[in-house]
Each structure stands twice: as structure tokens, then as C-alpha cells.
């Protein structure tokens, strides 16, 4: 059962990965990963997007079949983060400031699915780090919205991912019996 969450973060990594390949224009300093995603602008777009939405769907398989099973507030969480994932996708770059608020949505639930985390956990340590990371990621966004330092925001976009993700998994371990706390 633990190959769906892995799948989830998998599959968009590394689809994202092959858009960037598949891209010698993408600076991952200029420009936000959405560019890839964009319909008529990215030959990679179908890649990129199929990722996205793949990994959409497995996030919310994740959170209904075993996130559910540890805390439903972090269930709901991860299920919006999903959908919203999808709604990346499907809204692409083309559809200019709907793609914003939808991607504005997806980062917005991965940091209330931390602090739900950090509010559920009973590992003190666990909780301090969750909510050190998500620190990190709100002062990336900050720099690149105040100061546009990067220019473009996929490093920001893979910080708030990437922080995300050990929660996210060990959430789902826990769910399995295969951690304690």
C-alpha cells in the first residue's frame, strides 16, 4: 500500500524532471515550474501536466485510504492539496491568472497540512520541524513576492514541495503500523 504515496511524489518529480530535460529554456532561477506546464508555449506541457494530475489523483487516494487513518484534519488537507494539484494541470499557464489562484491554492495547502502536522504529532521535535521548514518556505515565497529574488518561483515552489514530502510519507508509514508517535 505504500507504493501509492510514494507514487504521488514520485510520479510529479519526475515527470517534472523530464519537462525539464525536455526544456533547454527553463531556468529553474527565472522561471516557475508552471512555465513547462504551459499549453501552447511548452513542448514538454503534456509531461508536466500528465504528472501533475497523476499525482494529484494519488495524493487523494493517499489521503482518503490511509491519511485518514491517522488524523482526518491532515486527511482533508492532502485531499485539497491533490485536487488542487489536478487543478494546476488542468488550468494551465493559458489560463493566466486562474492558474495563479490554483497554484496559490496548492501552496497554500501544503502549509496548512503542515501546521496541521505539527499540531497532531506528539513528537515534540517532529512538530518543531515542521513547523521550522514551513518558516523556510513562507520566507522563500517572501523573497521571491517582495523582493523578486529568485525571479522566477520554482525554487520556491520546490522548497514548499519538497518540505513537505517526509511528513507526508511518514503520515502515511504511520497509518501502515509501520511507525510509532
Do not use: Q
Request: with cysteine; glycine share 6%; hydrophobic share 60%.
Amino acid at each position: 500500500m505504500l507504493v501509492i504515496p510514494i507514487a504521488s511524489v514520485v510520479t510529479p518529480l519526475l515527470c517534472i524532471a523530464i519537462a525539464v530535460a525536455l526544456s533547454p529554456w527553463f531556468n529553474i532561477v527565472s522561471n516557475a515550474l508552471s512555465d513547462l506546464g504551459h499549453a501552447t508555449r511548452s513542448s514538454a506541457a503534456p509531461i508536466f501536466n500528465f504528472g501533475l494530475s497523476l499525482g494529484g489523483v494519488l495524493i487523494i487516494v493517499t489521503a482518503i485510504v490511509l491519511i485518514a487513518r491517522v488524523s482526518r484534519a491532515l486527511a482533508i488537507a492532502m485531499w485539497l492539496a491533490g485536487c488542487t494539484l489536478i487543478l494546476v494541470a488542468v488550468f494551465d499557464e493559458a489560463y493566466g491568472r486562474l492558474h495563479f489562484w490554483v497554484s496559490a491554492a496548492f501552496f497554500f495547502t501544503l502549509a496548512v497540512a503542515l501546521v496541521i502536522y505539527s499540531i497532531t504529532t506528539k513528537i515534540f521535535v517532529k512538530r518543531v520541524l515542521a513547523l521550522a521548514l514551513l518558516a523556510v518556505a513562507i520566507a522563500s515565497w517572501a523573497l521571491h513576492l517582495c523582493y523578486k529574488t529568485p525571479p522566477g518561483a520554482a525554487i520556491p515552489e520546490l522548497i514548499s514541495i519538497l518540505i513537505t514530502i517526509p511528513f507526508y510519507i511518514e503520515t502515511a508509514l504511520k497509518s501502515l503500523g509501520k511507525l510509532g508517535g
